[in-house]
């Protein structure tokens, strides 16, 4: 989580698994593109410098967050890809839209990480304004598509060292 105490972007990268061999499926919303494809940015980057082959990394589009959900179990379906990175934003309105729809993403999300036994991580935004949004996509708070990134190899080494 990105606070004024770290930055999303700053972790021990002795401690992240090789992505070597491993297929990553990246699922990025739609709506809020400027925002999105910072976040998409960031994962790729990240999946790549810890040994992800860019051909292993296969990219989805969605209409908005609340499609992520279903994007993410389509493509999670696959027997090659061994994590799903959801990545989306929403910034507060003013109406319960913005409830709506971070809920249902939530609830969501945590329901395929059981129902595909994979990691299924969330690398949404939930931001109250757009300026929010930029510091937790690659500006003074780091990029939460790195997270998820890392989030994505370190999930699958945890489930890979349980299945051995």
Not at 32 to 60: C, F, M, W, Y
Not at 87 to 94: E, M, S, W
Not at 123 to 147: F, I, P, W, Y
């Amino acid at each position: 989580m990105a606070t004024k105490l770290k930055n999303l972007s700053v972790y021990e990268p002795e401690n992240v698994p090789s992505g070597k061999g491993k297929c990553i499926a990246v699922v990025v919303a739609e709506w809020n593109p400027e925002i999105t494809n910072a976040l998409r940015d960031g994962a790729v980057a990240t999946l790549k410098k810890h040994g992800v082959a860019q051909s292993a990394i296969d990219i989805i589009y969605v209409p908005g967050t609340f499609e992520l959900t279903l994007g993410a179990l389509l493509v999670g379906k696959k027997k090659s890809v061994d994590a799903v990175i959801c990545l989306g934003c929403v910034i507060q309105g003013d109406t319960k839209h913005f409830d709506f729809i971070c809920q249902g993403v939530t609830y969501g999300i945590t329901e395929l990480n059981i129902t595909l036994e994979k990691p299924v991580v969330f690398g949404v935004l939930t931001t109250n304004n757009l300026q929010q949004a930029k510091d937790r996509s690659g500006g003074k708070h780091g990029n939460k598509g790195d997270e998820a990134a890392v989030t994505a190899l370190k999930m699958s080494g945890i489930k890979n060292s349980i299945k051995a």
